[in-house]
């Protein structure tokens, strides 16, 4: 059971557009949702991550926006630049006193920004 | 600061084989996990631990092993390597309670 299902698999945005990867979760015991960012040949970094009591986090010119009612989250770059051309994966965990305090990832998704 | 370092960066096995990929971190974080990553399956679970002496399973533990002797090393071992374990190995690492997961740079892992 795919716990956390990611979409596109890849997409293809050109320079100054916006790319938005969304992410839809079953688990409503999840309450931490963060977004990893993976460059070839390099381990995946945190990139931003929210909790269910807002709807929306900004960094920059990232942001995730949370449907709690609809279990679904996405991450939104706007100006997307050709050095954000790498892999992204959103994540969702448990409550941290809990037993099961472990990151369940999505399959990813592969962005190309053209020039 | 190092951060998270895995060793080798790169390796390749005939089938049958055993090895060690070595994970140590520089942050004095409790929890150490394993993950790998094949095309199209994003990371998945291996083993984790929350602390020396303590670990516990994954998504996908069979044919590996761990231990966690110090806070610092968490190794990966592969009893007898088979095809299917191709892959990239990741080890991340995070303090208790708390996020993020600071991930190393991975090893690649041939299988033959």
């Known amino acids: 059971q795919q716990q956390v299902k990611q979409s596109p698999q890849s997409l293809i945005v050109q320079k100054g557009g916006i790319s938005i990867i969304n992410c839809a979760y079953e688990n409503t015991a999840f309450d931490y949702f963060p977004w990893y960012q993976q460059f070839p040949g390099k381990g995946p970094a945190l990139l931003i991550a929210?909790?269910?009591?807002?709807s929306e986090k900004k960094e920059g010119r990232f942001t995730i926006s949370f449907n709690k009612s609809a279990k679904q989250f996405s991450l939104h770059i706007m100006d997307s630049q050709p050095g954000d051309s790498a892999t992204y994966f959103c994540?969702?965990?448990?409550?941290?006193?809990?037993?099961?305090?472990?990151?369940?990832f999505g399959k990813g998704t592969l962005l190309t920004v053209n020039p | 600061n190092a951060g998270v370092t895995q060793t080798p960066k790169f390796q390749v096995l005939k089938t049958g084989q055993s090895m060690t990929l070595q994970c140590a971190q520089d942050m004095n974080h409790e929890y150490m996990s394993w993950y790998r990553q094949d095309p199209g399956m994003g990371l998945r679970l291996i083993h984790y631990?929350?602390?020396?002496?303590?670990?516990d399973q994954g998504e996908v533990p069979n044919g590996y092993n761990v231990s966690r002797s110090t806070t610092e090393d968490f190794p990966l071992r592969l009893l007898s390597a088979a095809p299917s374990q191709t892959s990239v190995y990741f080890c991340?690492?995070?303090?208790?309670?708390?996020?993020?997961?600071?991930f190393g740079d991975g090893t690649r892992l041939s299988i033959l």
């Open positions: 994540a969702a965990s448990r409550p941290r006193g809990g037993s099961n305090y472990k990151l369940t």
């Open positions: 631990s929350v602390g020396a002496g303590i670990t």
């Open positions: 929210i909790r269910p009591d807002v």
């Open positions: 991340a690492s995070r303090r208790a309670g708390g996020q993020p997961q600071h």
